[in-house]
C-alpha cells in the first residue's frame, strides 16, 4: 500500500517516542474530544470509545491511502477509572488507593484508513494486570512534588526509575506506557503496511525492558455512518 500520509491523534510524548521505535516518519497532532466517562461506562468500553473518538477527530481529513492513529490508556482498579489527576491532592489519593495492591490498565488503540475513497477502521485493545510495591507516604509526597504524576492517567508512569513505582506486570509493558507496539503492527498489517522493523526487538531497545508477551490480539471492525 502507498502510504501517503499517517496522523498520531495524540500530543503525548510519550506516544511519540514509542511510534518513533517502529515508524520511520509521522504527524503528531492533539484530539480536541471530551474524554468524560459516560455515567454507568465501565472501565474497557471507555477506553475502546476514547481510542476511537481520537481517531474519528482526524479520519475525514485523511488523504488516500492515509492513516490516523487514536490510543487511549486507562487505569482503573475495581471498576474505578483512575484519569488524570487534576492537582497535587488528587494525585495522592490515586497513588494511596494503589499502594500495594494490583490494578489494571488498558490501552486501546484504533487505526482509521482511506482507501478507494473510504474509510475503514480496526480496532484492539491490551489489558495488563501492573502490582504496586508499597510504598511510604514520604515516597509518595516525594514523587508528587517531582511533578511527573500530573498528566497521567493514575498518577503515575511505569517508566520512572527513580520512583520505581511498580512491582511487577503480567501482560504488556509498552502498554502501560501508553502503546501496545505489537497490537499497532497488527492494525497496521491488516491494512497491508509491513514496512516495520522488527517490532519486539525495537519496542525492547526502547523499553529496556525484556518482553516475553505474546499478544493476543482480537481485531474489532468499527462500522461509522457518514464515513
Excluded at 490494578?103 to 482507501?115: G, I, K, P
Excluded at 497496521?188 to 499478544?215: E, M
Aim: aromatic residues 8%; contains cysteine; charged residues 20%.
Amino acid at each position: 500500500m502507498d502510504i501517503s500520509k499517517i496522523i498520531l491523534a495524540s500530543e503525548s510524548p510519550r506516544r511519540q517516542q514509542m511510534l518513533s521505535w517502529i515508524l520511520p516518519e509521522f504527524e503528531s497532532l492533539p484530539a480536541d474530544i471530551d474524554e468524560s466517562p459516560l455515567i454507568g461506562e465501565l472501565p474497557v468500553p471507555y477506553c475502546q470509545r476514547m481510542a476511537l473518538g481520537k481517531a474519528l477527530h482526524f479520519a475525514n481529513k485523511l488523504p488516500e491511502g492515509g492513516f490516523v492513529l487514536g490510543s487511549d490508556t486507562t487505569v482503573y482498579i475495581n471498576h474505578q477509572i483512575l484519569g488524570k489527576p487534576r492537582d497535587e491532592d488528587q494525585a495522592e489519593e490515586m497513588l494511596k488507593l494503589l499502594n500495594g495492591k494490583e490494578h489494571l490498565v488498558c490501552t486501546a488503540a484504533a487505526l482509521a484508513c482511506r482507501n478507494s475513497g473510504k474509510i475503514s477502521i480496526l480496532q484492539s485493545v491490551c489489558e495488563t494486570v501492573v502490582r504496586f510495591r508499597t510504598m511510604s507516604r514520604d515516597e509518595i509526597l516525594d514523587y508528587i512534588a517531582s511533578g511527573d504524576p500530573m498528566g497521567k492517567a493514575g498518577a503515575y508512569a511505569i517508566q520512572n526509575h527513580e520512583f520505581h513505582p511498580v512491582e511487577s506486570i503480567h501482560g504488556c509493558y509498552a502498554s502501560v506506557m501508553g502503546l501496545p507496539l505489537c497490537h499497532v503492527g497488527v492494525l497496521f498489517h491488516r491494512f497491508g503496511y509491513d514496512t516495520f522493523p522488527q517490532i519486539r526487538s525495537a519496542c525492547q531497545a526502547g523499553t529496556k525492558v525484556p518482553c516475553n508477551y505474546v499478544p493476543a490480539v482480537n481485531l474489532t471492525t468499527v462500522e461509522v455512518p457518514g464515513l
